[in-house]
């Protein structure tokens, strides 16, 4: 069974960062592809960063350049690193595998950026 935890989230000011953690069962975390998606008030989910099993990464327009993807397999835990982050930023973040996403969601963590 999936179990994906999140932390790391924060109120925080623009500019400013933070990095989010993301747990999850077993070795999947190694095994698939894993993204990070977040889903602001009123709008769809949307990915915003992604790693490849090989760890390759890619992300969207909107975070490119400062946003990190990166993934610890010992620990099972994927990161993702924000700086200069934005009011526009702000959104429950969850991660979930990179392509196509399982059913199972996270209670996600809410990051908050004021201007």
């Known amino acids: 069974q999936v179990q994906l935890v999140e932390s790391g989230g924060g109120l925080v000011q623009a500019g400013d960062s933070l990095r989010l953690s993301c747990a999850a069962s077993?070795?999947?975390?190694?095994?698939?592809?894993m993204g990070w998606y977040r889903q602001a008030p009123g709008k769809q989910r949307e990915l915003v960063a992604r790693?490849?099993?090989?760890?390759?990464?890619n992300y969207a327009d909107s975070v490119k350049g400062r946003f990190t993807i990166s993934r610890d397999n010992a620990k099972n835990t994927v990161y993702l690193q924000m700086n200069s982050l934005k009011v526009e930023d702000t959104a429950v973040y969850y991660c979930?595998?990179?392509?196509?996403?399982?059913?199972?969601w996270g209670q996600g963590t809410q990051v908050t950026v004021s201007s």
């Open positions: 979930n595998r990179g392509y196509v996403p399982w059913s199972y």
């Open positions: 077993g070795s999947i975390a190694s095994i698939f592809s």
């Open positions: 790693i490849t099993s090989g760890d390759d990464t």
